[in-house]
T-cell receptor, first 113, second 113 residues
Framework: NAGVTQTPKFRVLKTGQSMTLLCAQDMNHEYMYWYRQDPGMGLRLIHYSVGEGTTAKGEVPDGYNVSRLKKQNFLLGLESAAPSQTSVYFC????????????FGEGSRLTVL | AQSVSQHNHHVILSEAASLELGCNYSYGGTVNLFWYVQYPGQHLQLLLKYFSGDPLVKGIKGFEAEFIKSKFSFNLRKPSVQWSDTAEYFCAVNRGSARQLTFGSGTQLTVLP
């Protein structure tokens, strides 16, 4: 989906290292979300934002931090990576739940050794 | 807490067979319901959605879903599957006032040629 760009696409970390995933959108949508996808677990919401300067916790927020300093960018940070954070991370955006459709990025595959 | 259950984890069908994937949710109030599809190596895409009105909704690629309020269900159907339908299918629920989707664990569909 050209409207939602995630970087990096792949990353390998050692336990204890830190990193930041960037989600950038060009659709001017208010709502942005970070999900993680694990086999047999579906997608679980980590954090989300309902507008510039706002963030909120989702279902599995521990070990992650987020920031939304600019409307078009939503950053997901891991301060001290753990093997349990090995996952595929998806960013998603929507303009309103009146329409309800989430637009997803291509995903970022993170491996923590 | 709101939860979404997909009881079929992996379904294997031959081409032209009929498909029905189950989805049940736990929340009793007003809900919006979705089915997303994830083709191999790709991001999630919206298949269909239900907000109100006719409980039988039609989506892309010949898929349809029926909302049965009394059973808290939103099952996905397709009369005749194709090899290209091989993908993972996710049911998702949004409570009317909420700003986030809760996803089920997903059902992997494999269609044999």
């Amino acid at each position: 989906n050209a409207g939602v760009t995630q970087t990096p696409k792949f990353r390998v970390l050692k336990t204890g290292q830190s990193m930041t995933l960037l989600c950038a959108q060009d659709m001017n949508h208010e709502y942005m979300y970070w999900y993680r996808q694990d086999p047999g677990m579906g997608l679980r919401l980590i954090h989300y934002s309902v507008g510039e300067g706002t963030t909120a916790k989702g279902e599995v927020p521990d070990g992650y931090n987020v920031s939304r300093l600019k409307k078009q960018n939503f950053l997901l940070g891991l301060e001290s990576a753990a093997p349990s954070q090995t996952s595929v991370y998806f960013c998603a955006i929507t303009d309103s739940f009146n329409t309800g459709e989430l637009f997803f990025g291509e995903g970022s595959r993170l491996t923590v050794l | 807490a709101q939860s979404v259950s997909q009881h079929n984890h992996h379904v294997i069908l031959s081409e032209a067979a009929s498909l029905e994937l189950g989805c049940n949710y736990s929340y009793g109030g007003t809900v919006n319901l979705f089915w997303y599809v994830q083709y191999p190596g790709q991001h999630l895409q919206l298949l269909l959605k239900y907000f109100s009105g006719d409980p039988l909704v039609k989506g892309i690629k010949g898929f349809e879903a029926e909302f049965i309020k009394s059973k808290f269900s939103f099952n996905l159907r397709k009369p005749s599957v194709q090899w290209s339908d091989t993908a993972e299918y996710f049911c998702a629920v949004n409570r009317g006032s909420a700003r986030q989707l809760t996803f089920g664990s997903g059902t992997q569909l494999t269609v044999l040629p």
